[in-house]
């Protein structure tokens, strides 16, 4: 069963750094394209980044390029985004999400794609 946890958020003071993880089990995420979306209360779901593992391309949204960073992480079959400079317009439940792209044979990503597999999200806060 495809599972994935997500862990790292926190409260962060503007300015600050914050590292999510993303761990998988049930499947090998050298087949899928991983993402981050995130949630405001009151607000659409917004895609932040993504990243291909077997292509090692990352792609982000504007609202983050530059500060933002997603990678492969350290662990075994997981991914980390690493986020800097950090805004209070950054606060969001961040949600970790997979789409298997072995079929396909791709080896990029999209933050456009219908990504169908999530985690339950990890709370990031940056107050004002």
């Known amino acids: 069963q495809l599972q994935l946890v997500e862990s790292g958020g926190g409260l962060v003071q503007p300015g600050g750094s914050l590292r999510l993880s993303c761990a998988a089990s049930g499947f090998t995420l050298d087949y899928y394209a991983i993402a981050w979306f995130r949630q405001a209360p009151g607000k659409e779901r917004e895609g932040v980044a993504c990243?291909?593992?077997?292509?090692?391309?990352?792609n982000y949204a504007d609202s983050v390029k530059g500060r933002f960073t997603m990678s492969r992480g350290n662990a075994k079959n997981t991914v980390t985004l690493q986020m800097n400079s950090l805004k209070p317009e950054d606060t969001a439940v961040y949600y970790c999400a997979a789409l298997n792209t072995y079929y396909s044979g791709t080896y990029y990503c999209s933050l456009l794609w219908e990504y169908d597999s999530w985690g339950q999200g990890t709370q990031v806060t940056v107050p004002s």
């Open positions: 990243f291909s593992i077997s292509g090692d391309i990352a």
